[in-house]
């Protein structure tokens, strides 16, 4: 084994994503798993689909229970990583699946998130050009959120091949398991089953500065993006449908050449062929973005539609990916490339 | 009883739909029933919770059969429409749940459907300007599609007070039913539960051209609609998130205003609370559209959300208001306006 | 109107599906509704598919906002509902949706429910034999529990006839509105879509001793019931397997000729053709129970299928239809016959 | 690689399953795909979820494109198998995921399946006694069915213990995999979600025979099973409660002890801890099933619970196990233990 790692907020639905994917990672050993609330209670009560972990008891979330991994993973409440990071040394890699380092603005943290700005890791998208050299040589990574790395994933290509105008429009519609394990009435298995809703609506969604951000460092120009969120009725899932004008003259030819160029070498991409669209029952529980792209002649737009699992490559498979690449480790490995279907 | 009503296509859903409301309707007694390939089965084996008729045998879609009635209702598959429409008598109530008779525009037929242009009725949107006036004088009804419902509803109030310009985004999620009772893959149980899946893309939905009808309609100008529809793991209802660039100096204030206007009369729109946002789960089974708006400040754009039962007010319950119309009957008579939840 | 109606609870699952109810109720007008911590609020805030509700605000839940009132309907937590009942006259129809008053045996009270017991209302379930008479005699009103109204509906008749031995064994699935609007991690619609799970096995449900009870008294002797209850990916319903050792000599035509006696001059009871079973999409928002019975002649037993929703026949419907006896009104007024489907 | 496979019926459920699995199989590497009417189309038009498979090719299910394998998958319609299988040579591995050769009494096939009995081969159940030895020294395994898996692991230690008495009720619920990817009304989406619905009742679902031939192995003696399935509106997963009489005198401790005693050494068997309950979110796309057991005290009757997986260790993940053993390889090898939630 050539890592042992250390899970915080264990008992979550990230938590219990990164278990599972670590438990079939052949370089990593896991080691203390931690948590808030359910502290001393086993995780088997919490992920009884983790057959070899359920006996293991919950440690507390503090820094000596941390300490002696050679990574640590922070599934935490948004505003707690930065307190566990501080106290973990430089040596330690770790590796925040919260919001608090992803956004290198600080007036864009504090119009979306509030209070103050607790710093810029490296940010966790190995898709991003140049970005794998940055993740090799870091010890701190952001995870990406489950959105921006579905719209980021399904219009790079677009912004990197100059045939996009800076004007994006998503909806996307995502699983519960996004909101996390919080028990909120409107999370009730009763309230969702049978119904999309809309929540978020207006542009106030915190996702939406770190796709500007992801997209105008691709675009090389500012990005606006407008994102409406809604929430489906299945547990896992990101279906994002991204759709930006297109810049005067484009073909659909060009447009899919872009996209065959950009995705060629990705492990983790995959261009449809023509004529099949994305349904997040290709990637459930795979890493795997599954990415088709249209020029919609008439309303002269680029219709891009990502499907990633918003736990795996949105959030624990996505994490692991950088964490290889940190660790001097192939970036693919221990990482589910099918999902599992129907 | 004031008028009776056969229904063709009776085994359908829309058909199943038409007769759950109709069963309650104090005006409307139900007649015959018909059904192409299903025909002399019992309307038990096709819909089990409508008590009442479950013994009632099918019979064939026939000139036949449909005459003799004040009312007939079509739910058959597009195309079959006008030849039944033809021989029935200019006396009586025709009214169409396909597409065939709802596009003015022979070029958009042909563009979006191919084959020659069967003509155009009025269409069945009471709440679009001046159109109550229309429906209170005709034998011949166009019921509108279900997404084009939905997006009307969201957007008509936006562009009858000149606060959007004419460059639409919609995204819009639907339930399984919207695609009918074919027996096709994707439409498999296994397939749809747990997944939202992307089709149509680019542009090429044959709803566009009807939804970009309505909107010029009411914005006296041309209006362009780019519209991706995805499929969700639920058996009824649409979500559809409708966007457009605010015109130059609009305000939240004013834009709510402008929608608080165009729902004061309506007794089946309903405009929520600020704060308060669509689900289907609000609409399921009623014939009443929830609505909400919002401007995104930071990209300049309109966002409406419009939750629908594509079934009730997107196909049946909207025959049976445009039908209550042209039949001298209150409009709302015998229209579910509650949903079932949760 | 006859009646005026106040409901205490109204923020709740069955508390929503009696105001549903209740809105299309010829002769009984809604008064007060009240809550417990949700005192304040709106009732739309909880109930957004009531659409002329939606602005009411909760009362809380005390003998003085409930008096005056011809009906108050109790759909409160266990427990909680002698207190109440006590400080209205005895004029006051009471209705309670809740276990207080079910059971007639303290010492089945205190096994399966603990404290000590509150007494006996007449059980609101006038298919039992003789019951209506009962329930138009009084205002105090018991309403079954969900599952013990679907294995009554569905066994009651082979005992009535005296097919049936008294060992009974019986498994079924209910909705998740059936566990009421708690927050509990369990209950997340990121945890049950998907899966089917059971809970409170081994004997230990507290609706056991009320299925025994209604079939004992049906059958004039001790039945004997082993149940286990499911959890399953739907938001209402419930489906019930029930069995019993068949009496020898008994023969599938006389079974079934001992359903249609018994189901023949039933309002909401329906015995399904031979050849099909029942799914709880039958009676999806009607206080309908679809039952189907079938002789497994190898294993010589009893196999009884009823599906009910939980909310409607199995809570609220089921309220209704007692009530109605005991406001001297008929006993069907108000309640829907049909489901909504698909 | 140890060995070569090809899979018959690649473009079904079992087939995409069995594909899953192997494409992670560290010593089988996967030949030839063929399929039925699917012959001559992609595999990534059928299993979009197996991305490195998305371009392989079907062939048609021919003795010349299954011939030159180490071991043969078949999955293939009821009947179709033994014709297959006789071309195939003595020392190719067959391994049937269908019904054909599972019975050993051809009275059984002929009064649940009519027609010919095609023969028995051994039983592809390691975890029966003595099953193992069987399987290492085998070319031909008959995969059980997804039904008797659960309820043969779930009872299984009872009645090796002695501490049940022959008389079994089993109520199970599937998944809709479970009935394969058929085009039939009742399988649609619309259909089946939000439902539970009842089928085959009354002792006549064909897995019945299977499942009294397991437990009257282990038994001793005849054991008579009464069997009713139920369609739940998921995608995959079997939760089957299973009952029978205790013997006078069991206690709650000695039963178990039993079961303890019976999935000690067991790596896909896992017995949850008291008082915890399967769910079949346990075991989504996992080899293993959870399993609790309960004295019910009052009714004396063993309540056995078993959750699999019905594609996976109830078909596709049983087959490779068994093969497992057939090829002399580690009965684990390749098998997922842990599943995916939520």
Known sequence: MGARAAVAGA???AGGELLRLLLDHPEIEIGALTANQNAGTRLGAHHPHLTPLADRELGETTPETLAGHDVVFLA?????????AERLGDDTLVVDCGADFRLADPAAWE??????????????????????EVLRATRRIAVPGCYPTAVTLALFPAFAAGLAEPDVVVVAASGTSGAGRSLKP???????????????????????????QNLSAVAGRP??????????????????TCTAPAVPGVTAEALRAAYERAFADEPFLRLLPPGQWPSTAMTYGANTAAVQVALDERARRVIAVAAIDNLTKGTAG??????????GLPEELGLPLNGVAP
Do not use: D
């Open 186 to 212: 409107h999370l009730l298995g009763s309230e969702v089953m049978g119904a999309v809703s809309a929540y978020n609506v207006g542009g106030v969604h915190r996702h939406t500065p770190e796709m500007e």
């Open 11 to 13: 008992s979550g639905y």
């Open 76 to 84: 935490l409440p948004h505003g707690a990583s930065a307190a566990v």
């Open 318 to 327: 996505g994490a692991i990916q950088s964490a290889n690449l940190a660790l």
């Open 223 to 240: 990005v606006t993006v407008s994102f409406t969120p809604t929430l489906a009725p299945m547990s896992r899932g990101i279906l994002a």
């Open 111 to 132: 119009a979306f998130y509030g209070g103050p700005h607790a710093g810029t890791w490296p940010y966790g998208l190995p898709e991003l050009p140049g970005q794998r």
